[in-house]
């Protein structure tokens, strides 16, 4: 069974920092892409980061660029996502999506 799992988000301070885990099994992870994805309250979908299935090639929306490191370690089959310097327009549900599949979703919530 196809299964990812997101985990690491909480409530933090505007300029905090969060990590983000997803962790993947029932597939062969280190073969696919990944990305996370996040829907803000009352918004739709956008595409904050990607990186290609041997980690060596990343992509950031601009609204994340110098703040967020997305990461992987195909051994564990599991990817990050570093959030650094966090403003309150972060604050939504973040999933992770990889080989057709994307993970339950963890909230971010950031405020003072």
């Known amino acids: 069974e196809v299964q990812l799992q997101a985990s690491g988000g909480g409530l933090v301070q505007p300029g905090g920092s969060l990590r983000l885990s997803c962790v993947a099994s029932g597939f062969t992870f280190g073969s696919y892409d990944m990305s996370w994805v996040r829907q803000a309250p009352g918004k739709g979908p956008e595409y904050v980061s990607a990186t290609n299935s041997g980690g060596g090639t990343s992509y950031y929306a601009d609204s994340v660029k110098g703040r967020f490191t997305i990461s992987r370690d195909n051994a564990k089959n599991t990817a990050y996502l570093q959030m650094d310097s966090l403003k309150p327009e972060d604050t939504a549900v973040y999933y992770c999506?990889?080989?057709?599949?994307w993970g339950q979703g963890t909230l971010v919530t950031v405020s003072s």
């Open positions: 999506n990889t080989a057709g599949h």
